[in-house]
Each structure stands twice: as C-alpha cells, then as structure tokens.
C-alpha cells in the first residue's frame, strides 16, 4: 500500500516542522546505531519517541483515526480549539443602534452638553432596558463611529 502524502505542496506550520525535526532526529538515531533503538513490536512507543509525543497522546490520535477511517468522522479535530463567543448583552440591533445615535446627538443639541459614557448608558438602559455595561456600551458606540477625547482647556492648562 502506497501512502500518499496530504501534506504535499502545503506550508507546515512551526508545530509540523518541530514533528519532522523529531523524527528526523529519531531515524538518524537509528541509524547511527545501525539497528532499532526501540523494538518495531512497541510500534506506538516507537512513534512516540520519534515525534516526541507522549504515548498517551498518540493512542488518542490512533483513536480517533480509527473512528475516521469507519467513516464516523471526516476529519481530525483540533483539542482546545477557540470558538466564537455572542455576547448577548453586548449585541445591539440595527433599532438601537438608530436609538444610541439620537441620544448622543440629542446630548450634545438639545441638552448643550458633552456626553460622557456614563450619562449614555444610564439614559439608554433606562430607556431601552440594556443590561450591559459601560464598556459594553461604548464598543457599540465605537462600532456606530463615535469617538471623542477629553476637551483641552487652554485657560488653565488642564485636560
């Protein structure tokens, strides 16, 4: 049986290199000896020396492969992988953002007053029922393109 490679004309991330290091290492190892440095019987023993994997981690992987190859499973899963989060509280739809908008604007036309984060929130809770928090609240104002500084006054030299 002829093993074709996956691999082939693909870029190998830094994990990849440093398993292939490893074996390249283990082979010339053997080589060097001139015989088995591990028996061939001890098969994952041997496997696991060459990649430098503990045993445990390539029973798992022989597991899973074997679960692969009856065709339960397509392919090999990636442990810990980072899955995308929604944060419930911080989604605000189209509606609310329209309503986010009018209440910085009405802050600073009809109130003649810088709005501060603070004051956003408290009237937008009150009047939408918002349960995030500030910083919840100004990633969504900064998402809508809202963004201000601390006003410098020049009277007295302070921010």
């Given at each position: 049986?002829?093993?074709?490679?996956?691999?082939?004309?693909?870029?190998?991330?830094?994990?990849?290199?440093?398993?292939?290091?490893?074996?390249?290492?283990?082979?010339?190892?053997?080589?060097?000896?001139?015989?088995?440095?591990?028996?061939?019987?001890?098969?994952?023993?041997?496997?696991?020396?060459?990649?430098?994997?503990?045993?445990r981690?390539?029973?798992?992987i022989?597991?899973?492969?074997?679960?692969?190859?009856?065709?339960?499973?397509?392919?090999f899963?990636?442990?810990?992988?980072?899955?995308?989060?929604?944060?419930?509280?911080?989604?605000?739809?189209?509606?609310?953002?329209?309503f986010?908008?009018?209440?910085?604007?009405?802050?600073?036309?009809?109130?003649?007053?810088?709005?501060?984060?603070?004051?956003?929130?408290?009237?937008?809770?009150l009047?939408?029922?918002y349960?995030?928090?500030?910083?919840?609240?100004?990633?969504?104002?900064?998402k809508?393109?809202?963004?201000?500084?601390?006003?410098?006054?020049?009277?007295?030299?302070?921010?």
């Amino acid at each position: 049986m002829e093993f074709k490679s996956k691999v082939k004309n693909k870029v190998l991330s830094g994990q990849s290199r440093e398993i292939i290091h490893s074996v390249l290492k283990f082979m010339k190892e053997e080589a060097n000896v001139d015989g088995f440095v591990i028996p061939l019987a001890k098969v994952q023993e041997r496997v696991a020396k060459a990649t430098g994997v503990s045993i445990r981690t390539i029973k798992t992987i022989a597991q899973e492969a074997r679960i692969i190859d009856h065709g339960e499973k397509s392919s090999f899963s990636t442990p810990n992988k980072k899955r995308k989060v929604t944060h419930t509280k911080t989604e605000v739809d189209a509606f609310d953002q329209r309503f986010l908008t009018r209440i910085i604007i009405n802050f600073q036309l009809t109130e003649k007053e810088t709005p501060s984060m603070k004051r956003i929130h408290e009237k937008f809770c009150l009047d939408t029922g918002y349960e995030g928090c500030v910083e919840s609240l100004r990633k969504e104002v900064r998402k809508i393109g809202f963004r201000w500084r601390k006003k410098w006054n020049q009277s007295n030299g302070e921010a």
